[in-house]
């Protein structure tokens, strides 16, 4: 069956750390894997990965996909109270038009 | 406005009342999903839809039904709530295939069935 974990589910650190959230993947045909960052609303799309190796960055935010550990990884530097959501990944694949989604991890900041 | 949106965003209702959520995309996305979020479940795929009049069942989709005679609307009918059927509802659109794009999530619907 396929499946999505996310580690840690939750993690409390201070404003100005470094923090790195896990995905791992088990899904037949992957096509693709996302992140999305899910405040007091809908999920807003971060970043699609489907090559390995290759790391997509948008500010302080990066994410990078290893596809024969079937992982992977979004870092968020020098955090910022804004940084609090539960970030989301999810993985498609070339078997049908369903996202697999993960359970989240919570990420709080504290100021 | 342009983009995807729900109504309503919040809803009440009683046990064994029929409840109709909608969902409006100005995109001309092909594919429409809905979603219902729960404490300890993350996000579960209700229903989907390929284009107009091509749907089909999710991981959760009992209890549930849709219809989508135009492109542009995908609404998701309760037909007889259940308590089990409170939850966080979102509805999403993506331009190709849900795998290979991303999907654009709707603001949510909140609906408590009493």
């Known amino acids: 069956e396929d499946k999505v974990v996310q580690s840690p589910l939750s993690l409390v650190v201070h404003e100005g750390d470094t923090v790195t959230l896990n995905c791992s993947y088990e899904?037949?045909?992957?096509?693709?894997l996302l992140w999305y960052k899910q405040e007091k609303k809908a999920p807003t799309f971060l970043f699609m990965l489907t090559s390995s190796g290759i790391e997509k960055k948008s500010g302080r935010l990066s994410s990078i996909l290893d596809k024969k550990e079937l992982f992977s990884i979004l870092n968020i530097t020098a955090t910022q109270t804004g940084d609090s959501a539960i970030y989301l990944c999810?993985?498609?694949?070339?078997?049908?038009?369903?996202?697999?989604w993960g359970a989240g991890t919570k990420l709080i900041i504290k100021p | 406005d342009a983009g995807i949106t729900q109504s309503p965003r919040y809803k009440i209702t009683e046990t064994g009342r029929q409840v109709t959520l909608m969902c409006h995309q100005t995109w001309s996305h092909s594919y429409m999903f809905w979603y219902r979020q729960d404490l300890g479940h993350g996000l579960r795929l209700i229903y989907y839809?390929?284009?107009?009049?091509?749907?089909d069942k999710g991981e959760v989709p009992d209890g549930y039904v849709v219809s989508r005679s135009k492109t542009e609307n995908f609404p998701l009918t309760l037909e007889s709530a259940t308590r089990s059927q409170t939850s966080v509802y979102f509805c999403a659109s993506s331009a190709t295939s849900g795998s290979s794009d991303t999907q654009y999530f709707g603001p949510g619907t909140r609906l408590t069935v009493l």
């Open positions: 839809s390929a284009a107009a009049d091509i749907t």
């Open positions: 999810a993985v498609g694949s070339n078997s049908n038009y369903q996202l697999i």
């Open positions: 899904v037949t045909n992957f096509r693709s």
